[in-house]
């Protein structure tokens, strides 16, 4: 058995686990304004023997969802604003997971778009583990709803920094939102 040194979700199991189990923990975190569920999800891993990378990825996982939890808290349930707050420190995995539960009772133009959102995030966690040919495909099946959605997207944020972004499959993602507060 090959032994695995880096956080790897998509060709480990136990740094899915970790990631999936996670990333659920925080829709119920942002339901109870507390960070305790994914605390709770996170102790379910940590153990003496758990190897470093698993331990910081947790950690760091911990510390970005405080920070989430604490912005959210203070704001609104709009799903798209909840997202981007969640693109801004970078959790595009859970951004996945918050827009998913919107996008399910969506219709229309607003659906499409939470699906660009998803998408967006989606290239930047394929990047992350260098599917490049795999994000650019998901980037520009987002570009193209997301040119559509501009003048929805202005009210949030300006949606060239994102559409543009996608379009060369930039490195690092935008900071969207002016601010977290």
Same mark, same amino acid.
């Given at each position: 058995?090959? %032994?695995?040194?880096? $956080?790897?979700?998509?060709?480990?199991?136990?740094? +899915?686990?970790?990631?999936?189990? &996670?990333?659920?923990?925080?829709?119920?975190? &942002?339901?109870?304004?507390?960070?305790?569920?994914?605390? %709770?999800?996170?102790?379910? $891993? &940590?153990?003496?023997?758990?190897?470093?990378?698993?331990?910081?990825? @947790?950690? %760091?996982? &911990?510390?970005?969802?405080?920070?989430?939890?604490?912005?959210?808290? +203070?704001?609104?349930?709009?799903?798209?604003? +909840?997202?981007?707050?969640?693109?801004?420190?970078?959790? !595009?995995?859970?951004?996945?997971?918050?827009?998913?539960?919107?996008?399910?009772?969506?219709?229309?133009?607003?659906?499409?778009?939470?699906? *660009?959102? @998803?998408?967006?995030?989606?290239?930047?966690?394929?990047?992350?583990?260098? !599917? @490049? =040919?795999? *994000?650019?495909?998901? *980037?520009?099946?987002?570009?193209?709803?997301?040119? %559509?959605?501009?003048?929805?997207? *202005?009210?949030?944020?300006? =949606?060239?920094?994102? @559409?543009?972004?996608?379009?060369?499959?930039?490195?690092? =993602?935008?900071?969207?939102?002016?601010?977290?507060?």
């Amino acid at each position: 058995m090959t %032994e695995v040194t880096a $956080f790897d979700p998509f060709n480990d199991r136990k740094s +899915r686990d970790i990631r999936n189990t &996670l990333s659920s923990s925080l829709v119920e975190c &942002l339901e109870k304004n507390s960070i305790a569920p994914a605390a %709770e999800a996170a102790e379910k $891993f &940590l153990n003496p023997e758990l190897e470093d990378h698993y331990r910081l990825y @947790i950690k %760091e996982r &911990l510390s970005r969802f405080g920070k989430a939890v604490t912005t959210i808290s +203070r704001g609104s349930e709009d799903p798209f604003w +909840r997202g981007l707050v969640l693109w801004d420190l970078e959790l !595009f995995f859970e951004m996945h997971e918050v827009l998913e539960h919107a996008w399910y009772t969506a219709e229309g133009d607003k659906k499409m778009l939470l699906q *660009a959102l @998803i998408r967006a995030a989606g290239m930047y966690i394929k990047l992350e583990h260098g !599917f @490049i =040919p795999q *994000a650019k495909k998901m *980037a520009g099946k987002a570009v193209v709803v997301l040119e %559509e959605q501009r003048d929805f997207l *202005a009210e949030y944020f300006q =949606p060239d920094l994102l @559409i543009d972004a996608l379009k060369v499959t930039a490195p690092t =993602p935008p900071k969207l939102l002016n601010k977290q507060s």
